[in-house]
């Protein structure tokens, strides 16, 4: 064990204790919030969560929108924020999610949100090819980059609320379908602008889009899978098949590596545009991709 992971183990342990003889005199003055605290694992996810829960019980995030979420580890007071949460909802994909519900004391429940969409798989392995069957392929973990998952994420919050607030059910129904209602609209916006695309193909460094691909009838050109650029040969073969399907787009992770963006678009003919696929407001980012794809 390495001094800085034992170190890390022993200042979690110390301030778990603290919090545990805070807990029991009841914070200060001896009194304790009625409000409790649930846990989402990235920012689009809280975002979806909150409006569910608010005034009901505070929502925390434990990945910041600026990690990559395939190599994130929670600090310890992220941490300890789970812990102390009835609920933990994660993607069910992310290998941080998977370690730290592993860790989760037993009175944390944990929602899979993964098993409340239609996976898609092998997006992730050396060939990036996506399809809808098990295979021993790994499922792709950007289920919140579409608005038909969202919406069977939010009905999974709602259930998960109303079994753990039972008083509360009829407001957790009824923000339920508020949302849902919202979702409901930005899925026809994005689909009605997206019938005048002139080609349905775009290109991604990593492939990140495909449950929107699947969802509106797009193809997603990926030039890498599991967090590596494919080899020169793979990557020309997929620039060639992009160009060929009159791919006009580039989209890419905001604060990415402009330079390299440019060398492949201007090699491809295709326009870079921006994208913050960890950011909570969905709306924008989806009516991105859609107002892009049909600029003519």
């Given amino acids: 064990m390495s001094i800085r992971h034992h170190l890390n183990k022993t200042a979690y342990c110390l301030l778990a204790l603290t919090a545990l003889a805070l807990a029991a005199c009841g914070g200060k003055g001896g009194t304790r919030t009625e409000r409790r605290q649930l846990a989402a694992g990235i920012e689009p996810v809280r975002a979806l969560l909150e409006p569910l829960a608010r005034g009901r019980f505070d929502v925390v995030c434990v990945m910041d929108r600026s990690t990559d979420p395939e190599n994130f ?7 300890m924020a789970a812990d102390a949460s009835a609920a933990f909802f994660m993607t069910g994909a992310l290998p941080f999610e998977t370690t730290l519900a592993e860790a989760l004391p037993d009175s944390v ?7 409340a969409v239609e996976p898609v798989y092998g997006t992730h392995d050396d060939c990036g090819h996506a399809h809808h069957t098990h295979d021993g392929a790994m499922p792709d973990p950007h289920i919140w980059t579409s608005a038909r998952n969202a919406r069977r994420m939010v009905a999974a919050m709602a259930a998960e609320l109303q079994r753990l607030d039972p008083a509360a059910a009829d407001i957790y ?4 379908d508020s949302l ?7 899925d026809a916006s994005v689909a009605a602008t997206l019938a005048e695309a002139p080609a349905r193909t775009f290109v991604v460094w990593h492939p990140a889009l495909s449950y929107a691909a699947r969802d509106y009838g797009l193809q997603q050109v990926a030039l890498g899978a599991e967090g590596k650029d494919f080899s020169a040969p793979a990557m020309r073969r997929a620039i060639e098949r992009a160009r060929t399907a009159g791919a006009r787009v580039m989209f890419v992770q905001r604060g990415s590596d402009t330079g390299r963006t440019r060398s492949v678009c201007d090699a491809a003919g295709l326009r870079p545009v921006e994208l913050d696929l960890l950011s909570p407001d969905l709306e924008t980012e ?6 892009e794809l049909a600029r003519p």
Avoid: G, N, Q, Y
């Fill in 73 to 79: 580890e929670p600090s310890v007071s992220r941490r």
């Fill in 286 to 291: 989806l009516k991105t991709i859609a107002r």
């Fill in 173 to 176: 129904a009824s923000r339920r």
């Fill in 109 to 115: 429940s944990r929602v899979r949100l993964l098993d």
């Fill in 180 to 186: 849902t209602a919202l979702l409901d609209s930005l």
